[in-house]
């Protein structure tokens, strides 16, 4: 018992040091990339509220690429690894997308309900509709290899209302004190389809 209380302790400082909270509350939510930025150098100062931002961005994106594409671009991390420079057309600040990261987002084609299922309220029995008025709460969960390095990266856990288990969802922080998403994909897979959406076509 005593082991037990000294490693729930422990995971708790660390939490505390990494400023992992675990519930992000949005009064609005951004419904544009200008709208992300102004909320961004508040919330994404720590994982969780980095965390429920892109899953906002991803919601729009779902709905409107050419709203939500900036917003991720602005939430991915820039290492070459989830977006490219470029100067096509819809590129947001000289960088675009790269085609790996296009295709895990441009999942949500055939499911655009999924990114709602990261805010507190929504069900497969409401078709994932978000609550008619803020605040709007995303809950975060974490595990003792959450700390990938201390005050740099982490993986962290978005509660799912269409799932079982949260979504792991990786995290570094830049140069600039902001958390940005490092790594994402789980938080495209389906979840449970939407009663209102269920058919039966025989």
């Keep these: 018992m005593k082991h037990i209380l000294l490693i ?3 995971l708790a400082v660390v939490a505390n040091a990494q400023q992992i909270p675990p519930r992000v509350s949005m009064n609005k939510l951004p419904a544009n990339v200008d709208e992300l930025l102004a909320l961004r150098g508040e919330l994404a100062r720590n994982p969780s509220g980095a965390a ?6 991803l919601q729009v994106y779902a709905q409107n690429k050419d709203l939500g594409k900036p917003m991720l671009i602005a939430m991915l991390v820039n290492d070459g690894s989830l977006m490219s420079q470029s100067t096509r057309p819809g590129n947001y600040r000289g960088y675009d997308l790269s085609n790996n990261t296009k295709f895990l987002v441009d999942q949500l084609d055939s499911k ?3 990114p709602n299922s990261y805010v507190v309220g929504t069900s497969q029995a409401n078709g994932y509709a978000l609550p008619s008025s803020g605040p709007y709460h995303f809950d975060i969960t974490q ?14 856990f978005l509660a799912c209302t269409g799932a079982d288990t949260p979504r792991p969802i990786r995290l570094k922080k830049n140069s600039e004190g ?9 938080l495209v897979v389906g979840v449970r389809a ?4 269920t058919r039966d076509e025989l």
């Design 112 to 114: 655009p309900w999924v």
């Design 178 to 186: 902001i958390w940005k998403v490092a790594e994402f994909s789980s």
């Design 52 to 57: 429920a931002l892109f899953a906002v961005a």
């Design 143 to 156: 595990n003792q290899y959450s700390i990938v390095k201390p005050d740099e990266e982490v993986r962290i």
């Design 8 to 10: 729930m302790l422990a």
């Design 194 to 197: 939407p009663a209102s959406t």
